[in-house]
């Protein structure tokens, strides 16, 4: 069988190519790690055959989730089995998203799917949808051929992504490795013997390859994953010797029998030309780890096509009756060391406005490769079904900008971004620019913004009746109707009816008083009840707001 054959079919043009960021390694970086093939077999999973189809692209993916599950997680061990079937076939047709927020999106191939080819940029904004990972049972290699897809039980939820600039900071994704098992690359590869030879190395024969040449007829069209290296692997074992000492272990997707040869492990020079400057990192989570998850991105391709610092996604809560959001994710894959500060803004009054809400809780931080996070927030956000809230991200870096989906159409290949209103924003000039409306004939999509959220069974009443009085020229005092079963009560104040609302108070009482006011100026203020429940605070939907000022000098 030739094995070129089950070589990528192309490199598309379309990858994201990202800028390095310096990340300063770990000083214990080991000069050689898991540099003996017993020591993979031992921990890993044997190597899997992609056949005849050109799916090396989801064998590499598939196998940073299988071994990060290993490694990182340790949620499983060498026996785990998941289809690769299953993530190129969900990769390459329309996405698909319990709530409906991906409507219109997704990626649509003009030759059969299996030998179109792909890359790990693309395939990962599958898995970032909760879709993609299932067992190989479920979705059999051997059934390439009828397999049409099915709503399986995911394995894991991919939650976190790495993008390290290989050559400027080998020393951080070796570290990267020894935590997550694995490094997805793509570089070029030819089976005409031009670059590969056999050489001895510990006591026995291995396969290498180094590729000293670049240009258009080297682009890389293979994916795989590194899973060891050796500074210290001869530069002799190479047949065109490169300059220094060093080498990659690569695992391959050819073969089914985990030996040192091209098809299964085989050594690639640290130095090879053809080596894609983006090492791959995924970080996955146990597929229990939220019951939901609010998204628009459903889109394969994805970009910065904005440089805009503050954008934001607003979503309504759908599912259960009440729920908790623990943790939001954005995608950075074009931005490095990027200061955040990420604000959730519950039950919005003005759509159209992700702000107008009850500014609920803040977290900071900051990036240091390019790629995705899944931020958990301090204290999770009590929501209400039906109810809106906005995801703010605000950026503190010149010209960096969230991510967005792009419809393209680039043959064999067609992406699609489908967008409505009111979901996707853009802060811009002092005004919110809904991208549905404001850019709606550039092929661009959705914010790569989302939500996470568990269910409760935690239901806390709606305060019914609030009046405001003035008690000064600079005090107001708020009273309500209590609600069953809360422990407190929560007052919120905006400067206008469909602004900002900031928490002012928690009083157990019905009543307070507001002191320290503008003479003459006029507040808008709301009561909610809430409980707490194991250390979680749960709240009901706000009253309705009301004005006040106090009283005329």
């Not at 759509?351 to 992700?354: G, Q, T």
């Given at each position: 069988?030739?094995k070129?054959?089950?070589?990528?079919?192309?490199s598309?043009?379309?990858a994201v190519?990202?800028?390095?960021?310096?990340?300063?390694?770990?000083?214990?970086?080991?000069?050689?790690?898991?540099?003996?093939?017993?020591?993979?077999?031992?921990?890993?999973?044997?190597t899997?055959?992609?056949?005849?189809?050109?799916?090396?692209?989801?064998?590499?993916?598939?196998?940073?989730?299988?071994m990060?599950?290993?490694?990182?997680n340790?949620?499983?061990?060498?026996?785990?089995?998941?289809?690769?079937?299953?993530?190129?076939?969900?990769?390459?047709?329309?996405?698909?998203?319990?709530?409906?927020g991906?409507?219109?999106?997704?990626?649509?191939?003009?030759?059969?799917?299996?030998d179109?080819?792909?890359?790990?940029?693309?395939?990962?904004?599958?898995?970032?949808?909760?879709r993609?990972?299932v067992?190989?049972?479920?979705?059999?290699?051997?059934?390439?051929?009828?397999?049409?897809g099915?709503?399986?039980?995911q394995?894991?939820?991919l939650?976190?992504?790495?993008i390290?600039?290989?050559?400027?900071?080998?020393?951080?994704?070796?570290?990267e490795?020894m935590?997550?098992?694995?490094?997805?690359?793509?570089?070029?590869?030819s089976?005409?013997?031009e670059?590969?030879?056999?050489?001895?190395?510990?006591?026995?024969?291995?396969?290498?390859?180094?590729?000293?040449?670049?240009?258009?007829?080297?682009v890389?069209?293979?994916?795989?994953?590194?899973?060891?290296?050796?500074?210290?692997?001869?530069?002799?074992?190479?047949?065109?010797?490169p300059?220094?000492?060093?080498?990659?272990?690569?695992?391959?997707?050819?073969?089914?029998?985990?030996?040192?040869?091209?098809?299964?492990?085989?050594?690639?020079?640290?130095?090879?030309?053809?080596?894609?400057?983006?090492a791959?990192?995924m970080d996955?989570?146990?597929?229990?780890n939220?019951?939901?998850?609010?998204?628009?991105?459903?889109?394969?391709?994805?970009?910065?096509?904005?440089?805009?610092?503050v954008?934001?996604?607003?979503?309504?809560?759908?599912?259960?009756?009440?729920?908790?959001?623990?943790?939001?994710?954005?995608?950075?894959?074009?931005?490095?060391?990027?200061?955040?500060?990420?604000?959730?803004y519950?039950?919005?009054?003005n759509?159209?406005?992700?702000r107008?809400?009850?500014?609920?809780?803040?977290?900071?931080g900051?990036?240091?490769?390019?790629?995705?996070?899944?931020?958990?927030?301090?204290?999770?956000?009590?929501?209400?079904?039906?109810?809106?809230?906005?995801?703010?991200?605000?950026?503190?870096?010149?010209?960096?900008?969230?991510?967005?989906?792009?419809?393209?159409?680039?043959?064999?290949?067609k992406s699609?971004?489908?967008?409505?209103?009111?979901?996707?924003?853009?802060?811009?000039?002092?005004?919110?620019?809904?991208?549905?409306?404001?850019?709606?004939?550039?092929?661009?999509?959705n914010?790569?913004?989302k939500g996470?959220?568990?269910?409760?069974?935690?239901?806390v009443?709606t305060v019914?009746?609030?009046?405001?009085?003035?008690?000064?020229?600079?005090?107001?005092?708020?009273?309500?109707?209590?609600?069953?079963?809360?422990?407190?009560?929560?007052?919120?104040?905006?400067?206008?009816k469909?602004?900002?609302?900031?928490k002012?108070?928690?009083?157990?009482?019905?009543?307070?008083?507001d002191?320290?006011?503008?003479k003459?100026?006029?507040?808008?203020y709301?009561?909610?009840?809430?409980?707490?429940?194991?250390?979680?605070?749960?709240?009901?939907?706000?009253s309705?707001?009301v004005?006040?000022?106090?009283?005329?000098?």
């Open positions: 069988m030739n070129n054959h089950r070589i990528l079919a192309a598309l043009a379309f190519m990202v800028p390095a960021v310096p990340v300063q390694a770990a000083q214990n970086t080991p000069s050689a790690y898991m540099n003996n093939l017993s020591q993979v077999a031992e921990k890993y999973p044997s899997r055959n992609q056949g005849d189809y050109a799916t090396c692209w989801a064998f590499a993916a598939v196998s940073l989730a299988e990060d599950l290993i490694a990182d340790q949620s499983s061990d060498k026996n785990i089995d998941l289809s690769e079937l299953a993530l190129a076939y969900d990769t390459c047709h329309p996405s698909w998203d319990a709530f409906g991906t409507v219109g999106d997704g990626l649509s191939t003009m030759t059969d799917y299996l179109v080819g792909g890359n790990l940029n693309y395939c990962s904004r599958t898995l970032l949808q909760w993609g990972l067992s190989e049972e479920s979705a059999p290699y051997s059934l390439a051929d009828s397999y049409q099915q709503g399986t039980s394995a894991a939820h939650q976190n992504i790495s390290l600039d290989i050559h400027k900071n080998r020393n951080q994704v070796k570290q490795i935590e997550h098992g694995a490094a997805g690359i793509g570089f070029y590869f089976m005409g013997g670059f590969d030879q056999r050489a001895a190395y510990q006591g026995r024969t291995v396969a290498t390859y180094y590729c000293d040449r670049s240009g258009y007829l080297y890389p069209n293979h994916a795989a994953v590194i899973v060891g290296w050796d500074d210290d692997f001869p530069a002799d074992n190479f047949k065109n010797k300059k220094e000492n060093g080498a990659w272990l690569v695992r391959n997707s050819w073969s089914e029998t985990t030996a040192d040869d091209l098809y299964s492990y085989f050594w690639l020079s640290y130095e090879d030309k053809s080596l894609e400057s983006n791959w990192i996955f989570e146990p597929a229990d939220y019951d939901y998850i609010y998204q628009y991105d459903g889109c394969p391709i994805v970009g910065k096509l904005f440089n805009c610092p954008s934001a996604n607003v979503y309504k809560v759908q599912g259960a009756d009440s729920q908790l959001l623990r943790a939001v994710s954005i995608t950075l894959n074009e931005d490095t060391s990027v200061p955040y500060t990420i604000k959730i519950s039950n919005l009054s759509l159209s406005n992700p107008s809400g009850i500014l609920e809780t803040a977290v900071s900051q990036t240091t490769c390019a790629g995705t996070y899944t931020i958990p927030l301090k204290q999770p956000v009590s929501l209400d079904k039906g109810s809106r809230y906005g995801i703010v991200v605000e950026l503190g870096k010149k010209n960096a900008g969230v991510d967005m989906e792009l419809a393209i159409r680039q043959y064999p290949i699609t971004a489908g967008i409505k209103k009111k979901q996707s924003f853009l802060y811009q000039n002092g005004v919110w620019k809904d991208v549905a409306v404001s850019y709606q004939n550039q092929k661009v999509g914010l790569c913004i996470y959220t568990d269910q409760t069974n935690s239901g009443g019914a009746k609030i009046k405001t009085a003035a008690v000064s020229t600079t005090s107001v005092k708020i009273a309500w109707t209590s609600s069953p079963g809360a422990w407190g009560y929560e007052l919120y104040r905006s400067d206008s469909n602004g900002t609302y900031r002012i108070a928690t009083v157990t009482g019905k009543s307070y008083k002191t320290g006011l503008k003459g100026k006029t507040y808008y709301k009561v909610r009840a809430c409980q707490k429940s194991n250390g979680v605070k749960f709240t009901g939907k706000p309705a707001a004005k006040a000022s106090g009283k005329r000098g």
